[in-house]
């Protein structure tokens, strides 16, 4: 069975709109997903999202849904069989974060001295490092480490491993990752060998923060998530009395327009809101 292309044309800045509604539908499938310009000359920009083609009709509904037309003006191309997982990350650029350098395998080359190098390929794990939330939580985990000098960190919703891996290169401190999702602590803990950071990060699977090895390991000085706006807002009041006095929340995975009503969660359980970063229309919040 091959794969298909589901694609949509719309003017840019529905497109671009169409392009965040469909990643927060779709990031816990994996499925690879882009943007392109098709018309330069007339701003028309077209969405895309791959999948295997036994999936067409449980996930074609779906993808209308979102996008808010019919089934008949969505587009669908048969795909040759190539991996394209791979072949969408392939196309993707090496991402600086601050001291951070994300890459694939294919741009080992492009690493310099000095860089925080976090090599990640596509995989069935979220989290490449090309997404806004991504950047801003790597960049406030490095000031954060660079001023307070955490020593027993959570990365909640780990994915990839991304910001665990970050964590353990700028110092190798105790650090725990959960995931819900058993096959990205696989790929997690591939990544973290990749990277070299095997030793420093324990990787489990866990719903929230009721989990034995959680709690075992309270009070964390750092706690990092970068999930989604209401599953945080949820986690409010378990997350803030897991940390340590003086110790940070790194979130992300909101919309600029959740900002508000995150912090507000996390306030109410008596955080302190430091700062936030934008990206891409995306916001990394940092609070205490």
Known sequence: MGQIRLHYKSPKREAEKQYELLDHAFEDDAFPLAITEIDEANGIYEVSLYVDEAEKNSVLPRFTQVLGVNENKIEIEILP??????????????????????HGSHDRDKVKPGDLAIEID????????????????????????????????????????????????????????????????????????????????????????????????????????????????ELAPQMVPALKKGGSIVLSG?????????VKAFEAEGAKYIKTLHHEGWVAIHLK
């Open 122 to 233: 596509a995989g069935q794990a979220f989290g490449t490092g090309h997404h806004g939330t991504t950047v801003g939580c790597l960049e406030l985990i490095a000031d954060v480490m660079e001023h307070e000098k955490p020593q027993n960190a959570l990365d909640l919703g780990t994915g990839s491993g991304i910001l665990a891996i970050g964590i353990a290169l700028i110092e190798p401190i105790r650090i725990l990752a959960t995931d819900i999702d058993p096959i990205a602590i696989k790929v997690a803990k591939e990544n973290f060998a990749l990277n070299g950071v095997a030793k420093t990060i324990t990787a489990i699977t866990a719903t929230g923060l009721d989990d034995e090895e959680i709690k075992k390991r309270v009070p964390f000085d750092l706690i990092v998530a970068n999930i989604l706006a209401n599953p945080l807002i």
């Open 81 to 102: 069989d190539i991996d394209w997982v791979s072949h969408s990350l392939e196309g993707l650029g090496p991402v600086r974060a601050g001291r951070f350098f994300v």
């Open 254 to 262: 909101i919309l600029e327009e959740q900002h508000d009503r995150v």
